[in-house]
């Protein structure tokens, strides 16, 4: 039988799992929702079409308004998690990666 135990931090939450006599420790973070502005605009061939103006580029379509807010959950998904080349590093700098 497996027990699952949540224990909570102010910023984190450490998952504690039994399975038989191992004990297994998981830390997962607490994401809150980013809140982003769009502009949606109509289509003048029907439909609408929108842009993030935060994220230069990053625009989808969609035939309905339903179908317009799935696209753009995926679109700004795939705009927010481009891989970029690793930085040239010359002495003391320092390459930090950071959660918003």
Not at 39 to 63: D, F, K, L
Not at 73 to 94: F, I, K, M, T
């Amino acid at each position: 039988m497996q027990r699952i135990i949540w224990l909570t931090s102010s910023s984190k939450n450490k998952k504690i799992t039994k399975v038989g006599n191992t004990l297994l420790l998981c830390a997962v973070c607490i994401i809150k929702a980013m809140k982003i502005k769009v502009v949606v605009h109509e289509a003048e061939e029907g439909g609408y079409w929108a842009e993030v103006p935060a994220i230069p580029g990053c625009a989808t379509q969609g035939e309905t308004f339903e179908e317009l807010l799935q696209n753009l959950y995926e679109a700004v998904e795939g705009c927010l998690s481009v891989d970029v080349s690793p930085a040239q590093l010359n002495g003391d700098e320092r390459v930090l990666e950071i959660a918003v």
